[in-house]
């Protein structure tokens, strides 16, 4: 079953929606450290939508929806705040990033190295969507 | 309770920064503001405490980033003390541990920072 969670795009949402996520990742059988995993992953996508996306107007919506299907966890971030283009964003060279003190990016990095798959796409009206996947203990 | 907070104190010349709680995008403002009053007090060797911290994010990561080059630069530093496993993997997992101190104990690392005065003398 789907389970959905619709929250306004503001930093403040972020305990609701790690909240809401540790219960459907321990519900679905992870253990805490691959929960808190799936935890972070999502917290990171969040707050990019907040920051890059809606650039903190706390008016835009970020929908997550949770499914469990063949032996993954699958969690969907959706937000109208404009097409977005993942290859835009360079992957930090993680030395090179610490001299420079750029932020951004680190996000889009800590996503990839905790979750399984990590999925964008562009969807009708200035809809974007991230898929984070999880494979659930066998 | 709140979702974080951050209380300074002193250990010698060293200021003790105890964390607690969750560092996220929400509440990294508030560490921020902590490391600005350091400056502004001319404290630039720091030991942070992340004992009763649960949850740290990107965002509370980059906060350190943001500082540990001025504390350097004032013959100070940011140390890492007392962390929980959970929340060193993340700081792991972004390549700190080449760039940073970290101890198991709050006195080790205050006591790192006494022992590179002497050295300098």
Do not use: W
């Not at chain 1, 937000?79 to 990016?105: A, C, I, L, M, T």
């Amino acid at each position: 079953m789907k389970k959905e969670l619709s929250v306004n795009s503001t930093t403040e949402n972020l305990k609701s929606i790690r909240d809401f996520i540790k219960y459907e990742a321990l519900d679905a059988g992870f253990a805490d450290e691959a929960a808190n995993k799936i935890i972070l992953a999502v917290d990171e996508a969040c707050t990019n939508i907040i920051k890059h996306a809606y650039k903190y107007s706390i008016e835009g919506l970020i929908n997550i929806s949770v499914l469990n299907e063949n032996n993954k966890f699958v969690v969907s971030i959706i937000d109208n705040g404009g097409h977005f283009n993942p290859n835009e964003v360079p992957e930090p060279d993680v030395k090179e990033y610490h001299k420079q003190r750029k932020p951004g990016g680190l996000g889009m990095f800590l996503m990839k190295k905790l979750m399984d798959e990590v999925i964008y796409n562009n969807l009708s009206d200035n809809r974007n969507q991230v898929v984070l996947v999880k494979n659930l203990p066998q | 309770m709140a979702e974080f907070n951050v209380n300074v104190r002193e250990s010698g010349k060293v200021k003790v920064l105890d964390l607690h709680g969750y560092l996220d995008a929400h509440t990294a403002p508030e560490l921020e503001a902590a490391f600005t009053k350091l400056i502004d007090n001319n404290s630039y060797q720091v030991v942070v405490n992340f004992n009763s911290l649960n949850y740290i994010s990107s965002a509370g990561l980059g906060v350190f980033m943001a500082y540990v080059e001025t504390m350097r630069d004032n013959k100070g530093d940011i140390k890492f003390a007392n962390m929980k496993e959970g929340v060193y993997n993340i700081f792991d997992l972004l390549g700190f541990p080449a760039l940073y101190d970290f101890y198991p104990e709050e006195e080790e690392a205050v006591k790192k920072f006494d022992s590179s005065d002497n050295s300098e003398k």
